[in-house]
């Protein structure tokens, strides 16, 4: 699965890579315009997916969509591991009021449905790829919090840990040292399942028109505008988008599918 998962997003990241080349190069016409181009155009030679409402080319922003996905879902994600992580080590080291704080406010949001709470958040934030990040980030960070907590109050109790305070070791270096090394293995597997959550929440936004701007092409918002289309016959615009979001979270679930039989194996 892992291998698999591996092929799927490497075709995703050379298509987000190579496409603004091809972009620069004149290869590919602006995703974002239709420039001369026919009005929902059934696929064919010239168009191979179709063009849309606009007259763009359904193929070109169906490619440019990969490196804005991914753009936006490495930065929410990594956003969310940072956070998550440092302040559920803090929480699960030092306790008292500090974790009793972190853990009401994490369990709260926690409670509130994933795609709700990143509605809330980018309602208040607006549309954007930062902002899209951010209001994503928010959504994940309790669950890495939740992990490293507990994580770190049982390893902190180790012998090998009460030893090097003994020794005088102080809280930053205990950490350092000691804690992130042994707290961080679950990370990776979690990492990968958000990931690919985070696409399918990502879309979610662009679907509802909270995402991005509709300049920005983007796989939620082409299936937005594509909702009034595909009753009448034109199932172009919102294939090729869908099965592209489909791939890319068909990847990412793969790679984690198979880094967690890794990981339980090692155990």
Not at 179 to 192: A, D, E, G, K, W
Not at 198 to 209: C, H, I, P, T
Not at 225 to 243: K, S
Request: aromatic share 8%.
């Amino acid at each position: 699965m892992t291998i698999w998962g591996i092929v799927i997003l490497s075709v995703y990241l050379i298509a987000a890579l190579i496409t603004p080349l091809l972009a620069k190069a004149g290869v590919l016409p602006d995703a974002n315009l239709g420039l001369a181009n026919p009005i929902y155009a059934a696929p064919s030679l010239e168009h191979w997916c179709g063009t849309d409402r606009l007259g763009r080319d359904v193929c070109v922003r169906t490619l440019c969509g990969c490196g804005v996905a991914i753009k936006v879902v490495l930065l929410a994600v990594s956003l969310a591991v940072f956070i998550g992580v440092s302040l559920g080590m803090l929480s699960g080291y030092l306790g008292g009021v500090l974790d009793r704080v972190l853990v009401l406010i994490m369990d709260t949001l926690y409670t509130v449905p994933v795609l709700l709470l990143s509605v809330v958040m980018a309602f208040l934030l607006g549309r954007g790829i930062p902002n899209a990040a951010i209001a994503i980030c928010v959504v994940y960070v309790p669950q890495y919090f939740r992990v490293v907590r507990n994580q770190t109050a049982q390893v902190k109790a180790e012998l090998f840990v009460e030893a090097a305070k003994a020794m005088g070791a102080g809280p930053i270096w205990v950490l350092r040292k000691y804690l992130f090394r042994n707290v961080i293995t679950s990370v990776p597997v979690l990492l990968t399942m958000n990931a690919a959550d985070a696409v399918l929440v990502l879309g979610g936004l662009g679907f509802l028109g909270l995402g991005l701007p509709d300049s920005i092409p983007e796989w939620g918002n082409d299936l937005n505008m594509a909702l009034a289309a595909v009753p009448t016959g034109i199932w172009w615009t919102a294939l090729y988008p869908g099965l592209a979001m489909f791939g890319l979270v068909l990847g990412i679930s793969l790679i984690g599918e198979g880094l967690e039989k890794f990981v339980n194996i090692r155990k």
